[in-house]
């Protein structure tokens, strides 16, 4: 046994309540060094009458390690427990004070959940889990009003877009395609920014009270979410409350006024006289000048900002905010967002925008979710550029479940790419590579967002290339692909299990992968080979006797007692499906 590789901290993914009951404890151990792992726990106040034993379960294992999981019930509230590591010819007992061989005894050397507090349980919202996401850069989806369009815009056929060009997208555009959005299948709606700015993304604010001119007016927001709403779709905007735009008035009163200026403190100066070149003398999103980040720290900019964001909730019925490079803004401020907004409305969506490890931004007390550039990059790696094999891939997306709260994974925004990225066909370039990358993204665990376009076969490289004009013209547009986007959203929609089941890769070697998906009344089965030849998978072992059919897909399996092989055409995939009950 090798106990240098055991590891748990109470907290974190280690230890943390999954809802107002219930405690999910883990352990990580070097891969295949143990036959079972136990957790023994109770309520440290009534030992004697309370202790007992659960196993634990494999939740996931990548190259080195294998993550186990229990799902406690504390008796009344608090947990105190200990792991026992039951080894070939071993048990090693394991405590917040180390190894030993005898089963712990000190009330102190227990591990301990101290309490558990239902208001401090991250809990996303429920609808959340239905989701599917569609993100709109308003500047290029649709122009549904040209007497707004900036001037000098460029023709919408134009599809080589500079990082200064206009092309006249607006609200109305999006008003005017909400059938094509429906007919699609999608639920919600993430809309980049919409405010006052002078880019064309607009993430350089200049008010955030108005929308931009060029996109419509307050009235037409609330138009547009109201007609959302009633087709069952959900509408979330991008707050932009790390840096404001530099014509933003605060701001161009410190320029005018300098020192004396009673903003001058709403921002990061270094140095007097404000400046820009060489470089700014405040602090920037990145090293932007007409970008300066807001001091967030000061009650008087919080409270701005805080009346922002509830003022489009109030005014037009927003179900959530993403937030913009929401881990350089402050701590503090967020705990106070999240307060502010769940009170207003306790579906609230909070989604922030971090493309690393977020796990101190999803305690329960900031975000519900971020941005899931980490599948995102795994995604990409094995279908689309094919730089890694399939167990490679499985060890990945494995580490990253384990890594996070159970409710995390369940609300995960996962995208295969955004406006900040190259678009998904131009990386994979062969179309059934993108498919292949967008069934796994809506088989996987957590909430999928499909990029504005992707669906009919957009092409586009580094920003500002990912953000051409919308390809409307159906004869322009990958008929296949947008048939294969719609058939795969509604099975979505249709299947709890796809969305709220167990997560598990059974089958992972050279280009081929298999994932189950189990839920309480159905278990699916989802194969892939992502190889340019037919391929026929090794006999897996399922756990028990499932009767399986073909829900779709092309490819075939067989099944012989308990074992399961499935066969595919090159770039093939298929879905099976066994009903539990
Ligand atoms: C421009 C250039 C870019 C350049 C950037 C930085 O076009 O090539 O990289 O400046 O100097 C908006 C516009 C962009 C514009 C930017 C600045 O949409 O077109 O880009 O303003 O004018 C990091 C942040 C993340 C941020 C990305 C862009 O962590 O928050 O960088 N994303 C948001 C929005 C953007 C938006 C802004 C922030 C600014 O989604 O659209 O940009 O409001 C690694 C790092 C990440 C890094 C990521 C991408 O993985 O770990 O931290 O994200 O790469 O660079
Ligand atoms: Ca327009």
Redesign the pocket.
């Known amino acids: 046994m090798l106990l240098e590789a055991v590891y748990h901290r109470s907290g974190n993914a280690d230890c943390y309540a999954y809802d107002d009951r219930t405690i999910h404890v883990r352990l990580r151990t070097k891969k295949n060094d143990l036959r079972a792992v136990k957790a023994l726990y109770g309520d440290k106040y009534d030992w004697e009458q309370t202790a007992s034993e659960q196993s634990l379960y494999k939740l996931a294992s990548d190259e080195r390690f294998d993550y186990w999981q229990a799902e406690l019930v504390p008796p009344h509230g608090r947990l105190r427990y200990a792991f026992a590591l039951i080894g070939e010819d071993e048990t090693v007992w394991y405590t917040e004070t180390g190894f030993q061989k005898e089963k712990p005894q000190d009330p102190l050397s227990f591990f301990d959940y101290p309490f558990l507090w239902p208001d401090e349980v991250l809990k996303p919202p429920e609808w959340v889990k239905e989701a599917v996401f569609y993100q709109i850069f308003p500047e290029r989806f649709a122009n549904g009003d040209p007497s707004n369009d900036p001037a000098g815009v460029r023709s919408w056929e134009e599809a080589d877009p500079g990082?200064h060009d206009f092309y006249g997208g607006d609200l109305q555009g999006v008003l005017e395609r909400l059938d094509y959005l429906s007919s699609l299948g999608v639920n919600a709606i993430y809309f980049?920014?919409l405010f006052a700015a002078e880019?064309n993304?607009k993430?350089?604010t200049t008010d955030y009270l108005k929308i931009d001119p060029q996109f419509g007016d307050t009235g037409l927001l609330k138009k547009l979410v109201q007609a959302c709403h009633e087709r069952g779709i959900r509408v979330i905007l991008?707050a932009?409350f790390?840096?404001s735009g530099a014509l933003f008035a605060p701001f161009q009163d410190v320029i005018r006024h300098g020192k004396a200026s009673r903003y001058q403190d709403w921002f990061h100066i270094e140095q007097f006289p404000v400046q820009t070149q060489p470089r700014p003398s405040y602090r920037c999103?990145?090293?932007?000048a007409?970008?300066p980040k807001l001091n967030t720290a000061n009650p008087e900019v919080r409270q701005y900002l805080l009346d922002v964001a509830q003022y489009w909730v109030t005014e037009c019925d927003i179900d959530g905010w993403r937030l913009?490079?929401?881990?350089?803004v402050d701590h503090e401020f967020w705990r106070h967002f999240r307060k502010t907004l769940k009170s207003l409305k306790p579906d609230f969506y909070i989604l922030g925008?971090?493309?690393?490890d977020a796990m101190p931004w999803l305690q329960g007390d900031q975000f519900d979710a971020v941005m899931n550039?980490p599948i995102t990059e795994a995604i990409l790696d094995f279908f689309a550029k094919g730089a890694i094999d399939a167990e490679r891939f499985s060890h990945r997306i494995n580490r990253l479940l384990a890594q996070y709260p159970q409710q995390v994974n369940e609300a995960a925004f996962n995208i295969v790419g955004?406006?900040?990225?190259p678009r998904l066909l131009t990386v994979a370039q062969d179309t059934r590579k993108a498919k292949l990358a967008v069934l796994f993204q809506f088989a996987f665990p957590g909430v999928p967002c499909i990029y504005y376009g992707d669906e009919v076969g957009m092409q586009g490289g580094?920003?500002?290339d990912c953000?051409r004009p919308m390809i409307w013209d159906e004869a322009r547009q990958n008929q296949e692909l947008l048939a294969f986007y719609r058939t795969i959203i509604s099975y979505r929609r249709q299947h709890r299990a796809m969305r709220d089941g167990t997560f598990q890769v059974i089958y992972a070697k050279d280009r081929q992968l298999v994932i189950r998906r189990t839920d309480a009344d159905e278990q699916l089965y989802v194969g892939f080979n992502n190889s340019g030849n037919p391929a026929v998978t090794d006999y897996v072992t399922l756990d028990a006797q499932v009767p399986l059919e073909i829900a779709m897909g092309d490819g075939s399996f067989e099944l012989t007692d308990e074992r399961l092989s499935i066969s595919l055409p090159p770039f093939g995939w298929l879905i099976l499906k066994a009903p539990l009950s």
């Open positions: 990082p980049t920014p880019t993304h993430y350089d991008d932009v790390n840096h999103f990145a090293f932007e007409h970008m913009d490079v929401a881990n350089e925008e971090i493309w690393h550039y955004s406006h900040d990225t580094a920003d500002p953000r």
